[in-house]
């Protein structure tokens, strides 16, 4: 008797669609002067001794993209924490994970196993790491600068 063979993973493309339009109106909340703004830095306000901190960086701009790194900070740090590079495409309202822990340019179905150990939905897990990251530092993020929400 053979064993029944999983299905090979496809790409949801409407949910990765909709995780990278969620991800774009969160970071233009965050960030909304990211036109002009080199760098921002929101301070999270958590209950642990540390400070911990969300360093936005614009790295490059173009006429319709920006490229953000996204560096997560805390003091006295022994695991190296959270960075990526984000890239917003601004004419359809989308932000993707181009670059995060020494990879770039994600491709939307990995063969499982494979020697990089990344899962299928690799693209999907990391976009959907930045939304729940960009969430939490929204509920939590203290700001020296005033937001303009609404725009």
């Known amino acids: 008797?053979?064993?029944a063979s999983k299905p090979r993973y496809r790409v949801d493309l409407v949910s990765l669609q909709a995780v990278c339009e969620a991800n774009f109106a969160r970071?233009?909340?965050?960030?909304?002067?990211?036109?002009?703004?080199?760098?921002?830095?929101?301070?999270?306000?958590?209950?642990?001794a540390s400070q911990q901190s969300l360093v936005m960086r614009v790295l490059e701009r173009c006429p319709y993209t920006?490229?953000?790194q996204l560096r997560?900070?805390?003091?006295?740090?022994?695991?190296?924490?959270?960075?990526?590079?984000?890239?917003?495409y601004h004419d359809v309202n989308?932000?993707?994970?181009?670059?995060a822990y020494n990879?770039?340019?994600?491709?939307?179905?990995?063969p499982y196993p494979n020697e990089q150990m990344l899962q299928p939905d690799e693209k999907?897990?990391?976009?959907?790491?930045?939304?729940?990251?960009?969430g939490?530092?929204?509920?939590?993020?203290?700001?020296s600068q005033t937001l303009v929400l609404g725009r």
């Open 94 to 99: 989308m932000a993707e994970v181009v670059a």
């Open 124 to 134: 999907y897990q990391l976009n959907h790491f930045l939304g729940e990251w960009l």
């Open 72 to 88: 997560h900070e805390r003091r006295h740090d022994w695991l190296a924490p959270p960075s990526m590079e984000v890239r917003l």
């Open 103 to 110: 990879r770039r340019r994600f491709r939307g179905v990995y």
């Open 1 to 3: 008797m053979l064993a």
């Open 27 to 48: 970071l233009s909340q965050l960030m909304p002067d990211m036109a002009s703004q080199d760098e921002r830095r929101i301070l999270l306000d958590v209950p642990e």
């Open 66 to 68: 920006t490229s953000l």
């Open 136 to 143: 939490y530092c929204q509920r939590h993020g203290l700001s």
